[in-house]
């Protein structure tokens, strides 16, 4: 039997009718006419190529043919797995579930959230909870957020694909940074001040001598001298504390380089820089990854 020709409500049907032996009864068990049930019984004679149901010889009721007896008993354990499958509700505990979360983290958003979901994680989370971060590759994450190769993104805006469901996080302005005992001085920038410095560009796309604060200066007619280009933000404190370069990132960043670093506003207007969480549709109601969302955003500075 091709169970692709089955309809599924033709067997809850038989279900009743072998429970109940009698149409008028199953009839209204179902909540369907009798005339529309007896319809189903002979739909379901056709297809079984027995007469599952005769008129029992009292002229009350019917009577289970063989193979309806023989049919029975499965058939109904069969429905009542089918419907635990299909009200099963997912939950997640994650004191008690084991789970491995992979997380793709820019730069940036591992020191501002994965450092501090780390810290956190133990008090939240029992040893069942384990989470991978990897840097998110520009070309390939859509694609691995589609497979489930990555439960969550946090990165720049502009690196979230269309079609994922997203949350802001943070929302920050950029300033320039420069060692302590800087030979520019302290004193507030202006706009050729900071164009002649040497700059240290931190950029997602390896390679690049040109960020957004390059296309901001492009747009007022003004450029500055990029003389290094990193992808980690974590060799930035390094590179400033032993040369005079500058570099110009979120202030959420430079913050906890205070000791070392002074930070200065920027002598232009910039569109600032935010965080974003990002997620594929398909996890927006799984237990697990709404509690990790839920977390990072309790987790979140500010």
């Known amino acids: 039997m091709d169970l692709r020709q089955i309809d599924l409500n033709l067997l ?26 007896s319809a189903q019984l002979a739909r379901l004679r056709q297809l079984f190529d027995d007469p599952l149901l005769l008129p029992a010889e009292t ?9 309806a007896l023989a049919l029975g008993p499965a ?40 450092l501090p979901l780390i810290e956190k994680l133990s008090a939240h989370a029992g040893p069942g909870v384990r989470i991978a971060f990897r840097s998110p590759d520009v070309a390939m994450i859509g694609a691995q957020l589609e497979r489930g190769e990555v439960d969550l993104l946090l990165a720049s805006e502009r690196m979230v694909p269309t079609a994922m469901k997203t949350r802001p996080l943070l929302y920050g302005r950029f300033v320039m940074a420069q060692r302590k005992g800087h030979p520019r001085g302290s004193g507030p920038l202006d706009l050729d001040a900071y164009c002649t410095q040497q700059h240290v560009l931190v950029t997602e796309i390896g390679g690049s001598m040109s960020g957004y604060v390059d296309e901001t200066l492009a747009a007022l007619g003004r450029t500055r001298s990029v ?5 980690k933000f974590m060799l930035v404190p390094e590179i400033l504390r032993n ?14 380089f205070t ?19 990002a997620w594929h549709p398909r996890n927006h109601v799984d237990p697990a990854v709404s509690w990790l969302r839920e977390l990072l955003w309790k987790v979140c500075p500010g």
């Open 12 to 37: 809850v049907s038989l279900d009743a009718l072998l429970a109940e032996c009698n149409v008028t009864r199953a009839a209204r068990r179902l909540h369907v006419s009798q005339p529309a049930l």
């Open 59 to 67: 002229g009350r009721g019917m009577t289970p043919t063989a193979r």
């Open 75 to 114: 058939l109904h354990s069969a429905l009542k797995d089918l419907e635990s499958v299909v009200q099963h509700r997912p939950s997640f505990d994650p004191f008690a579930d084991a789970r491995t979360f992979q997380l793709a983290v820019n730069d940036t958003a591992m020191v501002v959230l994965g």
């Open 227 to 231: 003389v290094l280009s990193v992808e």
């Open 243 to 256: 040369s005079d370069y500058v570099c110009t990132l979120p202030s959420m960043l430079m913050s906890r």
């Open 259 to 277: 000791d070392v670093l002074d930070m200065f506003e920027l002598p232009f207007s910039d569109r600032g820089f935010g965080l974003r969480l």
